[in-house]
């Protein structure tokens, strides 16, 4: 039941997610990639320390370790997110940064030497020839905002194996507070180097930053935290990837987005990339690597 209860709230942390993409693009109207990440920190680091008044008295030197790390594959994912999203459209971006489900296990495999599945490959094969088809030009070459939008898929990677690594060692109260404080702390030293202190949001871009803050990041990481105690970092980088269908739905709804042929054929591969990483094949399945 536990494990059950744990997809509903990753698949509601999707829906939310996929409402953050418009919410990133009309922030940005009147403000800078920094200046959003900061204030959406900052307000998720107050609630997480109002939530976790009580335990986050006693931390642990571990504790510090891991929710630092969380924290700046946190804000690396964003970061390029959102800077990737000033150069291309919020579908293709959603879309790009669910290819994260693929890079998980090649992770695990990194860091643990976990052998990888064939289903895993063959995903990350058509996640690969998708994000091609959605995000190549003409001549082959990449665009700014699409490069960028795939490492924050490989960070976003990190983020989602760091949570299944840490949360069942770590209390979830303490682990969000010091993933949040980390990337709040980060986000002030990218908004510092970038000087843009001058800060004048429209009410639209205020009222989106406020619903990163407060929904898309306080919430959605708080049920995260406490879902993936019951599903496994691959299954959850599955589930989480179906933000993209609702990152687009919620762009051509909400933005009048254009939907082209190279669009769905692309997002299509993608989808398809998730959907073959979680086929179960007859007996066991083979381990290439």
């Known amino acids: 039941m536990k494990k059950y209860l744990g997809i509903l709230g990753l698949l509601t942390v999707t829906v939310i997610w996929g409402g953050g993409f418009v919410a990133s693009d009309m922030a940005l109207e009147t403000l800078t990639p920094f200046q959003i990440m900061a204030v959406r920190f900052l307000i998720a680091a107050v609630i997480m320390t109002l939530l976790g008044a009580k335990q986050i008295k006693t931390i642990s030197k571990e504790e510090v370790r891991c929710g630092f790390w969380l924290g700046a594959a946190l804000f690396g994912g964003f970061a390029l997110q959102i800077i990737g999203l000033q150069y291309t459209t919020p579908s293709k971006n959603a879309f790009l940064t669910a290819t994260n489900v693929v890079i998980v296990p090649f992770i695990a495999l990194v860091i643990y030497r976990k052998r990888i599945e064939v289903r895993s490959l063959i995903g990350a094969g058509m996640a690969v020839v998708g994000a091609g088809v959605l995000s190549l030009k003409e001549d082959f070459s990449i665009g700014l905002g699409d490069g960028l939008t795939l ?50 949001p429209s009410t639209r871009s205020l009222l989106a930053v406020l619903y990163l803050g407060v929904v898309s990041t306080t919430i959605t990481y708080l049920l995260q935290t406490v879902s993936q105690k019951y599903v496994d970092e691959t299954k959850s980088a599955i589930i989480l990837s179906m933000e993209a269908v609702f990152g687009t739905f919620f762009s051509v709804v909400l933005l009048h987005e254009s939907v082209t042929v190279r669009m769905l054929a692309g997002s299509a591969l993608i989808l398809a990339a998730v959907l073959v990483s979680e086929v179960s094949f007859k007996k066991k399945d083979q381990q290439l690597l």
């Open 151 to 200: 490492l924050c898929a490989v960070c976003f990677a990190l983020q989602i194996f760091l949570t299944g690594e840490y949360v069942g060692r770590i209390r979830p109260a303490v682990l969000n507070f010091l993933q949040m404080t980390a990337a709040c702390i980060l986000s002030a030293g990218g908004l510092l180097l970038s000087g843009d202190f001058v800060f004048d």
